[in-house]
């Protein structure tokens, strides 16, 4: 061996290590042979791993044979001392059962809602991460605005030949398109197997699909799966429901019974957080076929109708302004002039598309940063109570153990080691409520899955980087709730505490601490109750309002792509021979929900408009219930009537106050006369304010037939309408749904909302009472003997009662008159979202107010009753 | 003999006899790879050799350093009379055993 020094070096940090914590008398031996070995091993196996080695093996020489001799490893006894302070803490806890219990399950509770909820936002704020790609990747949107600049709608897709002739143009950048069938959801059938089922979620895209989002195949080639036309990947959820165990590869799908599809490949489930979750992906190479299939007349070359959301990749290195800049110069060279000022096409970025859009035509409803938010705050809220019951509580016992921390002062124990005590102590109880935690939480998945509207993703919730800051922040709690409770104690006078027994939280200078603390719990409390309650108040307010028209008993029966949209009338003589189906209408959209804007012309002004336009047939107005306001209804004895319109009286004062009767209203190059007026009635949903509506005949548009069936027999109603069903759709799925089910489904996420603030509220009311119920309990143990007294000298139960319960009452009143402006304020910021909501009631917050205050005293009185009732003869007998 | 003496203190306290005046952790664990073509952690012979001496086995005395060893010096380890005895005992009552196995074939 040359003895020259090499110029690479055993890695530094690790040989600092080696010296701080190696005694004297061993590091030339210890030190030296390592080094030795190192320079040996780096030439015979390499440096990096002769690295690891050395680390290792100074790893391994950290033990106490080799710890210096002078240090506090030995002679403070540290480790000793640890397994002494983990020994009487589980004493502790063990001896004061009643306290342990609350600490450990209260900040347990906490923990769950803290592991529930965080996991769900991390979720939500991590959607689409997961492409390789992903900060290159933006969406196509489209807005459409009238002349006046306002902006008509606001579509998530882009027409046909968006993307194609894009990325011709722009050749740097790829494009590719999602379309699916919207208007129609496809029937996929498997015939070896007899399976056919509705399939939402059949995407039809580019070859380049799998270049750009990273989705991955199970079985089958990425680059080739989607090359050729007629080719079909599924997810291996639908190769097992359609295949079940049969390899899927190679076999034939039919779609709308008519298109044969060959499976090229089989995709691994899509992630929970894919703002776009496919089952079925085909290619839009052969999508005159699907057209054909599905009856649609639309074609994919129009410039005008919008089904295909498209997105794009860009080079690195390219902005967002760049590309924007592209698709301003992209509008006037192929929309048509018509349209091109009209038009704009604003970019949004993939992964923000989860949180921040919400646009018409969505490929799934999205979430917003709102509901993340209130998430958050509920999460905050409640482990701050759980802290704040863990540090009063951890307080109040240390001062009653004042005896003990005196006999340590006095048997030379420093302020140091009794920290090291009390933290010991409060970092094992914050560890086993987290394995209570975890054991909760498993326990409340499922519910707190219908909360939230999400599924948990076990992927986060496993990551080690998740379970780590889960166990890292209970750590911190841990600290956090130990520290002030050992300062208290370190701050103790060991006489005063040997000769008083107990040292009185009350009446030093933490009292105003703890004071406030509890008064900020309580506070928390009653601004979660009022945010439950009102949240609920709209939610049922939105329910309950009257629509101006009929939603109940109302059976909506999908008809598009089938043969009763030509025989309606038939179908509907059909259906009325039950005396129980009241009556029936064929329409064009769920009434109620929304109806899209349609460009009508209105007489007396130059250009057309986009308005609502409803298409329903003549007993529209019969069906829903709407009251007619001027003119009249549409006459089915009238063939005429086909041709006219009715609108309503918003659309008639927009138009010229009174002066509609005699004009008329163009729709697909023919003036229609209006013969009606209807009330004003919400047909879209309560977040929208009521717009103008047309209302017209063309039997093209109808999408869903609208049956009023009685309220008794709704059983056999339903079963006469599939019996009809049958005669004429026999081969085809019978699908309806209760018109007022699918509205209130609207409100989902009031309702969630609502759900979510109302238990955790529970939960907050509940922690505050738990820690209000250990505080008592230590308070009144405090006064056992003045209470004694006060019995023999005639004091009646309940004055003493009051006079337990008059301090924390107080800090509750307090409590809430800091919460209700706070309160009230959330309240209004929420309900601005609305056009339609309630008002404040001043009586919902005194009534969140009596709420907690209730609750406290019966806490209190539940507790200092046993103190109460005990015979003076007793609580005075020993001193 | 009084002394009970694990598997790996005998191999070491063999090699530090076999390796005379060069026996150190460094040289015991090339050996023993050599040996044994498996690979062993210094602090493992360091270990060993600690309760080697503590028994009285081995003694050792600090020697020369180089420059690879960062200027720390080595420590050297040398067979006592009572280990080279142990030993000795270890590897008679071995053989003798082995002496007594019946010849065996595995065919």
């Known amino acids: 061996m040359e003895n020259q020094h090499p110029s690479f070096k055993p890695p530094k940090w690790a040989d600092r290590f080696l010296r701080w914590y190696c005694d004297s008398a061993l590091i030339n031996e210890i030190q030296g042979d390592l080094h030795e070995v190192f320079y040996i091993r780096s030439e015979k196996i390499g440096r990096f791993r002769a690295q690891w080695l050395f680390i290792w093996e100074v790893v391994r020489s950290f033990k106490p044979s080799n710890f210096k001799q002078n240090n506090r490893f030995k002679n403070l006894n540290y480790f000793n001392m640890f397994r002494n302070n983990y020994i009487t803490s589980v004493r502790s806890l063990m001896k004061h059962k009643f306290y342990s219990f609350i600490k450990i399950i209260g900040l347990a509770i906490a923990l769950a809602s803290v592991i529930l909820i965080s996991s769900f936002v991390y979720n939500e704020l991590s959607f689409d991460q997961f492409h390789e790609k992903s900060d290159q990747i933006y969406r196509f949107s489209e807005l459409f605005s009238n002349e006046q600049g306002v902006v008509e709608e606001k579509s998530a897709s882009v027409p046909f030949p968006f993307g194609p002739t894009f990325q011709n143009d722009y050749p740097e950048v790829k494009t590719i398109r999602l379309y699916q069938t919207f208007q129609k959801v496809p029937l996929l059938t498997y015939q070896d197997g007899q399976k056919s089922f509705y399939e939402e979620k059949l995407f039809f895209t580019d070859s380049l699909f799998f270049d750009i989002f990273s989705f991955e195949l199970a079985q089958g080639n990425p680059e080739t799966a989607l090359d050729n036309p007629r080719s079909l990947v599924l997810t291996e959820r639908m190769a097992k429901k359609y295949f079940g165990d049969e390899s899927a590869m190679g076999k034939t799908i039919l779609f709308e019974n008519s298109l044969p599809l060959v499976v090229t490949g089989i995709a691994k489930n899509p992630p929970i957080n894919s703002h776009f979750k496919f089952d079925f992906l085909s290619t839009l190479m052969n999508i005159d076929e699907v057209f054909q299939a599905t009856g649609n007349r639309f074609g994919d070359k129009g410039w005008y109708w919008n089904p295909c959301h498209t997105y794009v990749l860009i080079p690195k290195g390219m902005t967002q302004e760049q590309l924007q800049q592209y698709t301003d110069e992209f509008i006037p060279r192929h929309f048509s002039e018509r349209m091109a000022p009209f038009v704009e096409i604003p970019l949004q970025k993939l992964t923000d598309i989860h949180l921040t859009s919400s646009l018409y035509q969505e490929i799934e409803p999205n979430r917003d940063y709102k509901s993340i938010y209130i998430a958050l705050a509920i999460a905050a809220f409640i482990i701050i109570i759980a802290v704040i019951n863990f540090m009063n509580l951890s307080a109040a016992r240390s001062s009653q153990r004042a005896k003990e921390v005196a006999v340590r002062k006095v048997m030379g124990s420093n302020v140091r080691q009794l920290f090291d005590q009390f933290l010991t102590e409060s970092l094992l109880t914050c560890i086993i409520s987290l394995i209570v935690a975890v054991a909760l939480a498993g326990v409340f998945v499922k519910p707190f899955e219908q909360i939230t509207n999400a599924p948990i993703n076990y992927e986060i919730l496993f990551s080690p980087v998740f379970m780590a800051s889960i166990l890292g922040f209970t750590l911190f709690i841990g600290l956090l709730s130990g520290v002030y409770p050992a300062f208290i104690v370190s701050a103790f006078k060991p006489v005063d505490a040997l000769k008083i027994g107990n040292i009185k939280l009350t009446g030093n200078r933490s009292s105003l601490l703890w004071k406030s603390l509890i008064v900020f719990q309580f506070a928390i409390s009653v601004i979660l109750i009022v945010g439950a309650i009102i949240v609920n108040q709209q939610h049922l307010f939105l329910l309950n309002k009257d629509m101006g028209f009929d939603k109940e008993q109302v059976v909506m029966l999908p008809i598009r792509g089938t043969g009763i949209k030509a025989q309606s009338d038939e179908f509907k003589q059909e259906l009325l021979r039950n005396s129980d189906i009241v009556s029936a209408s064929a329409m064009s959209d769920i009434l109620g929900n929304d109806v899209p804007l349609r460009p009508f012309l209105f007489e007396g002004q130059q250009k057309g408009q986009n308005v609502p336009g409803l298409f329903a047939d003549f007993d529209f107005i019969k069906t829903f219930g709407l009251k007619l306001k001027q003119g009249r209804d549409f006459d089915e004895a009238l063939e005429t009537d086909k041709e006219t319109f009715i609108i309503n009286e918003s659309a008639a004062q927009a138009w010229d106050s009174a002066a509609w009767e005699g004009k008329a209203i163009g729709w697909s190059r023919k003036m229609r006369p209006v013969i009606g007026v209807i009330e004003d009635f919400h047909f879209a949903d309560l977040k929208q304010d009521i717009r103008p509506l047309v209302i017209t005949y063309s039997p093209g548009w109808h999408a869903y037939m609208a049956i009023r069936i009685r309220p008794e027999n709704i059983f056999q109603s339903m079963q006469s309408i599939e019996g009809v069903w049958n005669q004429f759709e026999p081969g085809r799925p019978f699908t309806p749904f209760f018109l007022d089910e699918r509205l209130n489904n609207i409100y989902e996420g009031e309702q969630k909302i609502s759900q979510m603030v109302g238990y955790f509220s529970v939960i907050s009311i509940l922690l505050a009472a738990l820690g209000l119920l250990g505080l008592t309990n230590y308070s009144t143990l405090l006064r056992v003997k003045e209470i004694g007294v006060r019995k023999v000298l005639g004091a009646s139960v309940p004055s003493i009662l009051r006079l337990l319960s008059k301090d924390y009452a107080i800090l509750v009143i307090i409590a809430n008159l800091i919460a209700w402006p706070a309160a009230w304020y959330f309240a209004r910021e929420w309900l601005a979202n609305f056009t339609f909501k309630i008002d404040l009631n001043f009586w919902v917050f005194v009534f969140a107010g009596l709420a907690t205050l209730a609750m406290s005293i019966l806490t209190i009185c539940f507790q200092a009753l046993k103190t109460v009732r005990l015979n003076p003869s007793q609580s005075l007998r020993s001193e | ?107």
């Open chain 2, 1 to 107: 003999m009084s002394r009970s003496i694990g598997s790996l203190e005998e191999v070491i306290l063999l090699m530090v006899i076999v390796l005379e005046d060069n026996a150190y952790a460094v040289t015991i664990s090339e050996e023993y790879s050599r040996q044994f073509s498996k690979s062993i952690t210094i602090p493992a012979i360091h270990t060993v050799l600690r309760r080697l001496e503590e028994k009285g086995l081995i003694k050792s005395r600090v020697g020369g350093s180089t420059n690879l060893r960062g200027g720390r010096s080595k420590r050297f380890y040398y067979i006592t009379k009572v280990g080279y005895e142990t030993a000795k005992e270890l590897n008679e009552q071995r053989a003798m055993l082995w002496n007594m196995a019946p010849k065996l074939s595995f065919n």
